[in-house]
């Protein structure tokens, strides 16, 4: 399983970024983007996105 954001649906907000706790999202210009290699796979960001953007594979 991994945590994926849908560039398509991201609206840059950054609050994924601002809650994971192990800081793994990136933001680059205006959407968000997140290391498989460092995601505990907490779920935090998906269950926290405003728009519903991340989804787990
Ligand atoms: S919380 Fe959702 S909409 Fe906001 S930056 Fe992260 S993926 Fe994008
Ligand atoms: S699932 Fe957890 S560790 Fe992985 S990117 Fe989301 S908040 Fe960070």
């Known amino acids: 399983m991994a945590f994926k954001i849908n560039p398509d649906e991201c609206v840059g907000c950054g609050v994924c970024k ?15 983007f997140i290391n498989a290699d460092e ?10 996105c405003p728009a ?4 787990a594979e």
Do not use: L, W
């Open 18 to 32: 601002e809650n994971c706790p192990v800081e793994c999202i990136k933001m680059e210009g205006d959407k968000c």
């Open 39 to 48: 995601c505990v796979e907490c779920g935090t960001c998906a269950a926290n």
């Open 52 to 55: 519903s953007a991340i989804k």
